[in-house]
């Protein structure tokens, strides 16, 4: 029998640049005590512990039983294409259209898709940081220059205005807006939104507005740049399903942009996934137009959790923490615990029990924070400060 050679793995170099979403690494590693024995209260994924609700499972029931199981155009199927068109006008008070909407697998494909299409090597990306990790490893990997606009916890983790034009530059192709956002829960509000649409102004520069948690707000009222005149065409509204309809396992997300630059997301659909499952975008047309009183349902229990987790993380050493606006995560200030919070993330996991992310997965500005998500029941949450506040009793 011939021997098999052993050949080495030549991975492309861009490969090296590539990161990771740490919440996935840190589920897994959880798990893996939980296998052995060890109770694990779950805060790191951002995940609604919500079940779907029965209306949009019905739906997509029908889907297949009528036979939507087949192909369907790439940008998605025209009857959900519109329902969103019609939504997105609704709420961002400007009128679009159904040929300005491309639907994906999930949101992560519009940041693919759009560093894909607008951003050459050398190209520059202004990006929240601390923020969602994909945005930094995505510029990296198409070798553009990834630019960190710091939160501020002293501004309730929004961006300084005046940070922000100074980081513009003719090499700027992109910003990314993130609100509410991920990690810190930080809302930009509408006077924010317009003092950075006035320091962008006229420039040829593209918005990639991330809006996943729009519906998940706790104080005021959500507002877009695309909302503001002269920018709904340098806009990419990132939006979807997955957070506001308790829909993770579904992957469908969605992009609204100039009709010229979806036809080129749309080419790209076309060379990566062909299309999104037609049955899921079926029950994504009821979740639109269907009754929403479980969104309302889930924004309440969420800023319930919020206030409980809050105020208990005030009450531990160490620990300081200011009220999220939005999303479903809380973002503790815990340098006066002396600890690096990756090896304080580590610590609660593997001795307290407590699963959460340390800040710096969310970038370097993360220093210093942890990431806890709310979306757990009032009851896990109030065990796990307990035994968190256990933990620091015997190591602070």
């Given amino acids: 029998m011939e021997k098999a050679t052993l050949h080495e793995l030549r991975l492309a170099s861009r490969?090296?640049?590539?990161?990771?979403?740490?919440?996935?690494?840190?589920?897994?590693?959880?798990?893996?005590?939980?296998?052995?024995?060890?109770?694990?209260?779950?805060?790191?994924?951002g995940e609604p512990d919500f079940d779907t609700p029965s209306n949009i499972i019905e739906a997509a029931v029908d889907a297949l039983h009528k036979g939507w199981?087949?192909?369907?155009?790439?940008?998605?199927?025209?009857?959900?294409?519109?329902?969103?068109?019609?939504?997105?006008?609704?709420t961002r008070h400007v009128p679009v259209s159904s040929d300005q909407v491309v639907v994906v697998p999930g949101g992560k494909p519009i940041i693919f898709f759009t560093i894909l299409a607008v951003m050459d090597p050398g190209d520059e990306v202004i990006y929240p940081n601390p923020g969602f990790p994909i945005y930094e490893s995505m510029i990296e990997y198409m070798g553009?220059?990834?630019?960190?606009i710091q939160l501020h916890e002293d501004r309730?983790?929004?961006?300084?205005?005046?940070?922000?034009?100074?980081?513009?530059?003719?090499?700027?192709?992109?910003?990314?807006?993130?609100?509410?956002?991920?990690?810190?829960?930080?809302?930009?509000?509408?006077?924010d939104i317009l003092s950075i649409a006035d320091a962008i102004g006229d420039r040829n520069i593209l918005?990639?507005?991330?809006?996943?948690?729009?519906?998940?707000?706790?104080?005021?009222?959500?507002?877009?740049?695309?909302?503001?005149?002269?920018?709904?065409?340098r806009t990419i509204l990132l939006d979807g399903f997955s957070k506001t309809y308790a829909m993770t396992g579904w992957r469908m997300g969605y992009?609204?942009?100039?009709?010229?630059?979806?036809?080129?997301?749309?080419?790209?659909?076309?060379?990566?996934?062909?299309?999104?499952?037609?049955?899921?975008?079926?029950?994504?047309?009821e979740a639109i137009r269907g009754d929403q009183s479980s969104v309302e349902h889930m924004r309440q229990e969420f800023q319930s959790r919020r206030d409980i987790f809050v105020a208990g993380l005030n009450k531990i050493k160490g620990?300081?923490?200011?009220?999220?606006?939005?999303?479903?995560?809380?973002f503790p200030n815990t340098s006066k615990t002396g600890w690096a919070s990756k090896k304080l993330a580590d610590a609660l996991l593997e001795e307290a029990g407590v699963a959460c992310l340390s800040g710096t997965a969310f970038g370097a500005f993360g220093e210093g924070y942890l990431r806890f998500s709310v979306a757990n029941s009032e009851e896990n949450l109030r065990k796990a400060l307990a035994q968190i506040e256990a933990w620091v009793g015997k190591n602070l």
């Fill in 15 to 45: 490969m090296s640049r590539l990161g990771t979403e740490t919440a996935f690494e840190v589920l897994n590693r959880a798990r893996a005590l939980e296998r052995k024995g060890k109770q694990i209260v779950h805060l790191e994924i």
């Fill in 69 to 90: 199981t087949h192909y369907g155009p790439s940008a998605g199927l025209p009857e959900l294409r519109q329902t969103i068109a019609d939504y997105v006008s609704q």
């Fill in 144 to 148: 553009g220059k990834a630019v960190p």
């Fill in 156 to 191: 309730d983790f929004t961006l300084d205005v005046k940070e922000l034009a100074a980081l513009i530059n003719d090499k700027t192709k992109l910003i990314i807006l993130n609100s509410p956002q991920n990690p810190t829960g930080g809302v930009l509000d509408k006077k």
């Fill in 207 to 233: 918005i990639l507005s991330d809006e996943i948690y729009s519906r998940l707000i706790f104080e005021g009222e959500h507002f877009s740049i695309m909302s503001v005149p002269g920018f709904k065409e």
């Fill in 255 to 285: 992009g609204v942009m100039r009709p010229d630059l979806a036809t080129a997301i749309t080419r790209l659909m076309t060379n990566s996934n062909s299309c999104t499952a037609s049955f899921t975008q079926m029950a994504g047309i």
């Fill in 319 to 330: 620990f300081s923490c200011r009220l999220p606006k939005g999303a479903f995560y809380v």
